[in-house]
């Protein structure tokens, strides 16, 4: 149980473009979502969280315009990045709260995102 | 501001050592401390998660211990095998504004273990 899927697991596109990727929580309902990015090797940046049928809230630095969240339902979440530049390349990884366990959360399998 | 911190950065032993793995945090008001594994371009899996109210907690060969007042916590892992090769990642969740419920998770760097045959 507690499955979070991204999709697409990678993602080439060209600059100037926009690209989407999804998270969904498989099994389970997800009253919040979270969009983490991740550098090699560093460590998971929360970017974002997202509550269901509410806007996200973002975290400092991060430019809300460029990262469009949207959390239309209890098992869906979106991440668009819009106007992608080659330093949005990144791992970028979601996570979802169980609204029954409240204090766990399970994270997805991320979206390697290259923009040349 | 919540900081965590691990060490070492990475780590390479031989098969079947027994190896401790350490993280720190500079709040010790914590909801509760989890340990995970991330894989090669992979997401995370969750080994351990420990409450601020308990001590350890045990999955097979990992052990995590919580020391809250010291803000520390090790992972230890027992008779290691090449199949724990990964990046092991600490991450605390601190108590809301009020001090009442979860707040954020903040992930440590990560420690990088290599488990030669």
């Known amino acids: 149980g507690a499955v979070v899927s991204q999709h697409p697991s990678w993602v080439i596109c060209k600059s100037g473009t926009s690209v989407k990727i999804e998270c969904r929580s498989l099994d389970f309902q997800a009253t919040t979502m979270f969009w983490y990015r991740q550098f090699p090797k560093q460590s998971l940046m929360l970017m974002a969280t997202?509550?269901?049928?509410?806007?996200?809230?973002?975290e400092q630095g991060v430019e809300k315009d460029k990262f469009l969240i949207n959390h239309a339902s209890l098992t869906l979440s979106t991440l668009t990045v819009t106007s992608a530049h080659p330093e949005d390349s990144s791992f970028y990884i979601c996570?979802?709260?169980?609204?029954?366990?409240?204090?766990?959360?399970?994270f997805g399998p991320g979206t390697r995102l290259t923009v040349t | 501001k919540q900081e965590v911190t691990q060490i070492p950065a990475a780590l390479s032993v031989p098969e079947g050592e027994n190896l401790v793995l350490n993280c720190s945090f500079t709040?010790?008001?914590?909801?509760?401390l989890q340990w995970f594994r991330q894989d090669p371009g992979k997401g995370l899996t969750s080994l351990l998660l420990i409450q601020s109210s308990q001590r350890e907690q045990t999955s097979g060969r990992l052990n995590a211990s919580l020391d809250k007042s010291s803000g520390r916590s090790t992972l230890y892992i027992a008779a290691s095998q090449p199949g724990d090769s990964a990046t092991y990642l600490c991450a605390v969740r601190s108590l809301n504004a009020g001090g009442t419920s979860y707040g954020k998770l903040t992930f440590g760097q990560g420690t990088i273990l290599t488990v030669h045959p």
């Open positions: 997202s509550n269901e049928g509410s806007k996200a809230t973002y």
């Open positions: 709040d010790s008001a914590i909801y509760n």
């Open positions: 996570s979802a709260r169980d609204y029954g366990r409240v204090y766990e959360q399970y």
